[in-house]
């Protein structure tokens, strides 16, 4: 119960949705790079949770606030369950989106985000819908549309336990700071420790396409901004 007084639980069906869409697309890239090994994937897949790990630090920000200052009798009004469900689906929407826009990245430059090509991302309005019109733009939004409401279908019932589960416990404000602070801090923890320590844990690849499939490009990108090799104007 103290994981439900606290609301952590609802943290855990959209950081399935992250690990799930970022599979699939690190999958579909994998497969079609014909240098890589069979035996080459159990490390891929790996280290590229890892990086999808990091990246939700960053995702779950704004889900982590909601959870945190939503008072408990509203919390557990029967109108939050709607309210949690469009979060969801919202989510599954955008993560799906950043997929295809990674997938329609690599086909060009065979990377994930790296710092030039980021660059041009930030500072070139010109640049999104260029990338856009070459994935054909209206076949991407049925697309998204489609496949985001499948992402969270398959978290729906996860997050709907939780939700009724929810509803047996008050959850008080004092049960939530703590938890709240830990995961708002944690991206911050992660780009002093983990980032760096992980890295060098990570094997060094001679292989590029196969370094880039272990990262996370959205992850990769904000590391850039952090390490201010990127500069938004």
């Given amino acids: 119960m103290t994981l439900s007084k ?24 994998s497969l079609q790079d014909g240098g890589l090994w069979w035996s080459d994937f159990p490390e891929i897949l790996f280290w590229g949770a890892v ?13 982590v606030i909601y959870l945190w200052l939503t008072p408990a009798r509203a919390f557990i009004h029967p109108s939050n369950k709607g309210t949690m469900q469009f979060i969801s689906i919202l989510s ?13 990245f690599w086909q060009t430059h065979q990377a994930r985000f790296d710092e030039t090509i980021a660059q041009l991302f930030i500072n070139d309005r010109h640049f999104f819908i260029t990338v856009l019109r070459g994935e054909n733009l209206w076949a991407l939004i049925p697309s998204v549309f489609i496949l985001g409401i499948i992402i969270w279908g398959l978290s729906y019932k996860l997050l709907n ?22 995961f708002l801090l944690l991206p911050c923890l992660i780009f002093y420790f983990c980032e760096y320590k992980s890295q060098s844990l990570m094997p060094v690849e001679t292989h590029w396409n196969k ?4 990262r996370n490009g959205s992850y990769q990108m904000m590391s850039l901004i952090y390490q201010k090799k990127l500069y938004i104007k």
């Avoid at 606290?6 to 999958?27: G, H, K, S």
């Avoid at 589960?165 to 938890?179: A, D, G, I, T």
């Avoid at 370094?211 to 272990?214: G, H, I, M, S, T």
Wanted: with cysteine.
């Fill in 6 to 29: 606290a609301r952590c639980i609802f943290l855990w069906p959209f950081y399935l949705q992250v690990l799930l869409v970022n599979f699939v697309l690190r999958l579909v890239l």
């Fill in 51 to 63: 990086h999808d790990t990091y990246f939700f630090t960053f995702f779950a920000i704004p889900i």
């Fill in 92 to 104: 599954s929407w955008i993560l799906v989106g950043i997929a295809f826009f990674e997938y329609g």
């Fill in 161 to 182: 336990y939780y939700l009724k589960r929810q509803e047996m416990v008050y959850s008080n404000f004092r049960f939530r700071v703590l938890p709240a602070a830990f």
């Fill in 211 to 214: 370094d880039q499939l272990k």
